[in-house]
């Protein structure tokens, strides 16, 4: 055990946010804290990493270990570069690098005491050197920073030129790099993209120390965490397994309090009526019976009923009237910001009832295309036309919509002024804010609260084409969970961009995926995407290759396997859907060989690198017998080196 939690609350002047929550975290355990917003999750790893004090109760952590935490939102101040903020991670292997070096080039100056000494002095530095993985680290830390998100023409930026995003995502990969005993993570996921959480989600997972975890990305969690503390009504409750299985197992423990509240509501209400008959019939005897009922029904203890917070949203989409079946037409829309094209030549049509998802990596274009078109920027090219009675609300994740200086009341009493004042309150109190919450003012709302206001206006929109940026955004569990089932039984048209994927997973009915400057649909939810995307990439790659196709390609259930380009005609115009298929696995069979060969040559050159270091060691210079058995090996590496290259070579034209 690395972690131990006691008994621990916190309160901030009469408003209580923990009382006596206990847990632990053992070695190697990858857990997750969840709640809804203002349950106390950030308070409580403040309080664990000692920058808030608990009022009781205190934090065990072990003396041996190192820590890393994550805020949510980094005040980074840095005048290096990426690259330099992430060499600083651990800064003791340049500084032995250059040790070596030194001492590598005095030791042809020297002989005698002054030589063996140098020699002692490499030979401790090296072995260091190792133990942090010197050698790897470069590679380990351009794999992390790329693997965030960063691209290598960006590692030469400094720090303190970054957005708070990408400072986000330096201290993140930072920390990774440094790798802590203890992980802690408060959101870790709300600057990532769908490529970046993945990628994150298999670090974290084969990670050897411990995670703790803060964060609203249930798929995430369901990857990740094999523990869950849940923060509910101040309280604190241990759940093993991962997010899923943590809400089937709440759920039965919430279903069996609440039948033993009500079998137990029902023998009072049995005993209750007993008592008064027995009253009723006025005698002595039945009297005494009746009081010493009531005495025994005192004693009982009453089981309190489970309660849930009130965190509902009530939250409906109802068209006013129903749009013309073909609801968008995109037609070779392109668009380019200072030079740098986002897309080209895009096309895609929208049906309605089509629930569809736009996805891709951050700075693709995504956001950009519903701002084209909701009318707030004009594309480059192409043209974007509405079909017959399409109604359309849009839903912005920077709230840019609504306006800081007016009061809730006002904003939703100015947009919609035929509603009076009962209907405004009872508007924003289905979205949680109740008496006097309605005057603060939108500027000091969080961006949960701004984004919980935002859907207010989109559901009094009435409107039968919705366009959503982001829409998870702050949004704690619970009220994700509200959207979700709103959007999957909305009878309009929804087009959003996400990177929530069990939002996508569970709402979308189509994604399309914004990738090199094109789009590739998918006729189904996320974890189609996943199963299907390197047959359509892959595909798509054929495509390109014979001639640029702006609308990517469709791939769907009721394609019956055959991936369909914008005429919906089969690649190559006459290849069989038996061909394709064994063509796409004669290509997937070449790239396992080449991967393997891949493979070999990189462990060979890495053996020889480390051959050379033993034949270059002077300390080695009167061991004839390994010098000899480190120069055969090494010739052997050489031939079998030059055996794999003619065979990668050979599968890379055949590929």
């Known amino acids: 055990m690395i972690l131990q939690c006691s008994h621990i609350s916190k309160a901030f002047s009469t408003d209580v946010i923990l009382s006596d929550v206990t847990f632990h975290i053992n070695e190697q355990e990858k857990a997750a804290i969840v709640g809804i917003n203002g349950s106390g999750k950030s308070t409580l790893l403040k309080i664990i990493m000692g920058q808030i004090q608990a009022d009781e109760g205190e934090v065990i952590l072990r003396g041996d270990i190192t820590v890393g935490y994550l805020a949510q939102n980094q005040e980074y101040q840095s005048g290096k570069t990426i690259f330099e903020e992430m060499q600083d991670a651990k800064p003791e292997i340049p ?37 942090l993985d010197g050698y790897s680290y470069p590679s380990k830390l351009t794999g992390v920073l790329k693997g965030l998100g960063f691209m290598e023409e960006e590692f030469s930026k400094p720090v303190n030129t970054l957005s708070g995003g990408e400072k986000t995502r330096v201290a993140l990969a930072k920390m990774l790099l440094q790798a802590p005993d203890l992980i802690i993570l408060d959101e870790p996921t709300n600057h990532l993209d769908i490529n970046a959480i993945a990628w994150l989600e298999g670090y974290l997972s084969a990670y050897a120390g411990a995670v703790l975890i803060v964060a609203h990305d249930r798929y995430f969690l369901d990857k990740i965490v094999t523990k869950v503390i849940e923060l509910r009504q101040t309280h604190g409750r241990m759940y093993q397994g991962n997010y899923t299985q943590y809400a089937r197992k709440r759920q039965e423990i919430m279903d069996a309090l609440m039948k033993q509240y009500q079998n137990q509501q029902a023998e009072i209400r049995h005993q209750e009526a007993v008592i008064e008959k027995l009253k009723s019939f006025n005698r002595e005897k039945s009297i005494k019976r009746a009081e010493s009922r009531e005495k025994m029904l005192d004693k009982i203890e009453r089981i309190e009923k489970p309660m849930e917070e009130d965190t509902q949203m009530k939250l409906t989409f109802t068209p006013r009237i129903q749009s013309g079946n073909d609801v968008l037409q995109v037609e070779h829309l392109s668009k380019s910001f200072d030079g740098m094209s986002l897309f080209e030549d895009i096309s895609f049509e929208i049906k309605r009832g089509e629930h569809v998802a736009i996805i891709g990596d951050n700075g693709a274009g995504k956001t950009t295309i519903l701002r084209i078109l909701n009318e707030m920027l004009p594309p480059d090219a192409g043209k974007v036309s509405f079909g ?45 804010f109740k008496e006097d919450d309605v005057f603060k003012q939108i500027k000091s709302l969080s961006g949960g609260e701004r984004g919980r206001v935002s859907l207010a206006k989109l559901m009094l929109s009435d409107a039968n084409f919705l366009l959503l940026d982001e829409p998870t955004n702050h949004l704690d569990i619970d009220s994700k969970e509200i959207l979700e089932h709103t959007i999957r039984h909305f009878e309009g048209t929804v087009l959003y961009v996400s990177h929530d994927r069990y939002f996508i997973n569970t709402t979308a009915t189509r994604i399309i995926n914004l990738t090199n400057q094109r789009i590739d649909n998918y006729i189904g939810n996320y ?26 390609l469709k791939l769907g259930p009721e394609d019956s396997g055959t ?23 004669r290509r997937r069979k070449i790239a396992n060989e080449l991967k393997k060969v891949e493979a070999e040559i990189e462990s060979l050159e890495l053996r020889n690198e480390e051959l050379d270091g033993i ?10 017998a390994l010098l000899q058995e480190s120069t055969k090996e090494r010739e052997q590496n050489e031939e079998r080196l030059e055996m794999l290259m003619e065979q990668w070579e050979s599968l890379s034209e055949d590929e």
């Open 563 to 585: 991936v369909q380009g914008q005429e919906d005609a089969p690649i190559g115009g006459q290849a069989s859907w038996q061909q394709q298929k064994e063509e796409q696995a």
């Open 388 to 432: 017959t009675n399409v109604q359309v609300a849009y839903y912005d994740q920077e709230h840019q919509v609504l306006h800081p200086e007016k009061t809730l009341f006002e904003e939703i009493q100015d947009d919609y002024p035929t509603m009076n004042n009962t209907e405004v309150r009872n508007t924003l109190a289905a979205f949680l």
């Open 527 to 552: 974890d189609y995407f996943l199963e299907k995307r390197e047959d359509v990439e892959r595909a798509a790659g054929n495509v390109l290759d014979v001639g640029k196709q702006g609308s990517g």
């Open 95 to 131: 500084r032995l690098e250059q040790q070596m070096s030194t001492w590598s080039a005095r030791m042809e100056e020297c002989e005698g005491r002054e030589l063996e000494e140098l020699i002692r002095k490499y030979d401790n530095a090296r072995h260091r050197f190792e133990q």
């Open 615 to 624: 034949l270059a060691d002077p300390a080695n210079g009167t061991n004839v």
